[in-house]
């Protein structure tokens, strides 16, 4: 099972808005809405911030939204903020194995 | 609340084994997933298996076949994750998650603090 794709970087300034894009297979990301999205920051444990394409948990800013388009899902941070700045991985159920992360996302708030 | 606390560092020679565990507190731990998920240093995170505590079923990510368990003691709420014929390629923070709230989603929304296991000669 590979890696989703992920654009190894991504930047906006505060108040813009950025989208991390990560693409699979129709054996992952295009068969099932169950992707999810995670935030880490340095030295930290990843935080869920998007599940089931655009769902968000308790306490997240709905300045995160979530889309899926065929075999592609994306994430947009809308309104940056420097507490943004962070990496960013998406994760898709895959059936067997059922989990399967994205090569991950660095976003820099310039 | 719903905390996920694991075991601390350990550093281990080439060859030998590992075992960290997960200490799960504030919700029923026989009732949700647990999975493992490790993170290379400065690399991404890569998903090693999950376990069900109450029927004991387990997946395993095929890359680790054969030198993975996980098990669990109910009685103490806590998971283990045990991997064995360890190389300088293991060395990495290795994580437990489970999705709680967010059960039946396919996603992770509880996350231990991570355990570094460095293997060294």
């Known amino acids: 099972q590979s890696a989703l794709t992920q654009p190894p970087s991504a930047s906006g300034s505060p108040g813009q808005s950025v989208t991390i894009s990560c693409t699979g297979t129709?054996?992952?990301?295009?068969?099932?809405?169950?992707v999810s999205w995670y935030q880490q920051h340095p030295g930290k444990a990843p935080k869920l911030i998007i599940y089931?394409?655009?769902n968000r948990p308790s306490g997240v800013p709905d300045r995160f939204s979530g889309s899926k388009s065929g075999n592609t899902a994306s994430l947009t941070v809308s309104g940056l903020q420097t507490e943004d700045e962070a990496d960013y991985y998406c994760?898709?159920?895959?059936?067997?194995?059922?989990?399967?992360f994205g090569t991950g996302t660095k976003v820099t708030v310039l | 609340q719903i905390q996920l606390v694991q075991s601390g560092a350990e550093v281990k020679k080439p060859g030998a084994s590992v075992k960290v565990s997960c200490k799960a507190s504030g919700y029923a731990f026989s009732t949700y997933d647990i999975n493992w998920v490790r993170q290379a240093t400065g690399q991404g995170l890569e998903w090693m298996g999950w376990m069900n505590p109450n029927t004991g079923n387990k997946v395993y990510a095929q890359k680790f076949q054969g030198r993975v368990t996980m098990t669990s003691d109910a009685s103490i709420t806590t998971a283990y994750l045990e991997l064995s014929s360890l190389r300088s390629e293991d060395t990495a923070l290795y994580y437990c998650?489970?999705?709680?709230?967010?059960?039946?989603?396919?996603?992770?929304?509880?996350w231990g603090q991570g355990t570094l296991v460095s293997v060294s000669s």
């Open positions: 994760m898709s159920f895959a059936g067997s194995p059922p989990y399967v």
């Open positions: 998650a489970s999705g709680v709230a967010t059960a039946g989603t396919s996603s992770f929304d509880y």
């Open positions: 129709s054996s992952d990301v295009g068969g099932y809405n169950y």
């Open positions: 089931e394409v655009n």
